[in-house]
């Protein structure tokens, strides 16, 4: 029979991967669905949140730098998973390239992005993510995004498909409406909140999400500073 702290670990891991690629955007904080952008020449960005969403709620903080090398955006991702008394640590790079349209005006934008992480907790096989990113600015105000991609779950290996569409609508400078709707590790999550810009390079998420049959609710609060070299 199983013990208290042997099922709240194997919820844990259970959870871990259809949180651990949450931030697979370097631009798109904790959104699931990635935008096509990458950060201008010469610019870096750090992104925090902190938050709690799964099929069994897991609460996760995150901390990712990232910063335009040449023609590629290149980032490092830390993360911190705990269910009860139970926690997963996790680090690994990440890399993203706009292929095309990464002109400013582009209507219509395609990219990549990868990346590898290592649960330095419970060990096992690296978790991997590859995604393709496509963004269409229907407005200058409305942005639409489209998500393919794969990934495979640390520890275990297993890969599981990614699919997904999201939206961004930007009613003034200063807040913008952001939706989603997203598979991942085999399980649907919608998303919905808002972008608060206090400044062109300081932003605040705030979303809510249901994910699973089950409709399992969650949250998720990320600060966003983009600065210079």
């Known amino acids: 029979m199983n013990t208290p702290t042997t099922s709240k670990a194997a919820a844990l891991l259970g959870a871990i991967p259809c949180l651990l690629f949450a931030a697979n955007a370097c631009a798109g904080g904790h959104l699931d669905v990635d935008d096509a952008g990458m950060l201008d020449p010469g610019q870096c960005q750090y992104e925090v949140w902190y938050g709690r969403a799964g099929p069994q709620p897991v609460n996760a903080l995150h901390f990712g730098p990232a910063c335009r090398v040449g023609p590629l955006e290149l980032g490092f991702n830390a993360d911190r998973y705990t269910l009860g008394g139970q926690h997963a640590n996790t680090l690994g790079p990440q890399i993203k390239w706009t292929w095309f349209g990464q002109a400013p005006d582009a209507q219509f934008s395609g990219a990549v992005s990868a990346n590898v992480t290592w649960d330095r907790t419970n060990r096992g096989k690296p978790g991997r993510q590859l995604v393709f990113p496509f963004t269409w600015k229907a407005l200058d105000s ?26 961004e609508w930007a009613l003034t400078e200063q807040l913008s409406l952001l939706g989603e709707r997203n598979r991942a590790g085999g399980l649907w999550t919608s998303r919905v909140g808002a972008r608060f810009s206090f400044t062109p390079l ?28």
Do not use: C, K, M
């Open 142 to 167: 409305l942005q639409i995004h489209a998500n393919l991609g794969a990934d495979w779950s640390p520890v275990t290996g297993s890969r599981t498909g990614r699919t997904g569409l999201g939206t």
């Open 202 to 229: 300081i932003s605040l998420d705030v979303t809510t999400s249901r994910t699973g049959p089950e409709r399992t609710r969650g949250f998720y609060v990320g600060l966003n500073q983009e600065f210079s070299r």
